[in-house]
């Protein structure tokens, strides 16, 4: 089977509690309601580009128990291959505890279970090169970050697409530049982009430039997005719509932006492709409510 992108990164589970506010430091708050979802950033991206009538494909690990189940069933109904996601026997499956204001804000906090144990003798590479696209998201652990270097290392013809994540930019150019010299799109927010170079994100679009990456697509929550391919930059305008839960709204736009990309769209047009989908996340909770079919994009 060929496809038009394979998505590699953690698999969780959502596990999101709708809160008065997110409590600091010897703070309480209260919980309004809870909510369970399939999640992962990769993941979420994969959905999204299935609903839009992509062909996609999933690597990555999860647990033979209640948690992993429900992470293949729902990447299952949604059309995404998972027949080379590896089913562990041992450990549990990686979750994600949310907490969601009522402004829409959140804070997150990840148990990897076995998504840290993927090592890259897994992974099966003619599987990746019948791909247009090679998506790439974060993991919290070593071997896996290793796995995705190795991976990229030795893939042709194929194109790379990274949303690095918080996690990932922490890291640093350095850690990260194995990924990036071979990246032909990134899709950073502005605080990772600017926490990953130490410089204001127009600035850092040109580290990343200098760095090899051909495509730079910073998202800029309610400030919409900022894109450019070292030759034309456009900072595009979010759409306006009531923000309920802004999880899984990067995931969305790096659909969005991917898929423009897989229709030769323009870059203006792709990043405006990425603002409509985060736009539709966001006007409700959970990582993919609300995902658009093919025929409600904007062209």
Known sequence: MKFDVVCFGALNVDKIFKVDHIAREDEESTILELKFFPGGSAANTAVALSKLGAKVGFIGKVSDD???????????????DTSKIIISKEGHSGFVLGFVDRRGDRALYVSPGVNDELEFSEIDQK?????????LSSFVGERPFEAQKRLVDVLRGVNVTFDPGMIY???GLKKLRPILRKCFAFLPSKAEIELLTGENYEEAVKILHEEGVKIVAVK????????????????????KVKVIDTTGAGDAFSAGFIYGLLRRKSLKECGIIGNFLASKIIQGYGARANLPRKEELPF
């Open 127 to 135: 599987y990746v090169r019948s791909s247009k696209f090679l998506h």
């Open 66 to 80: 209640r948690e992993g189940g429900l992470l293949l069933s729902a990447l299952k109904e949604e059309g995404v």
């Open 220 to 239: 800029l929550g309610e400030r919409g997005c900022y894109v450019s391919d070292g030759e034309e930059t456009h900072h595009i305008k979010p759409f």
């Open 169 to 171: 930019a922490r890291k």
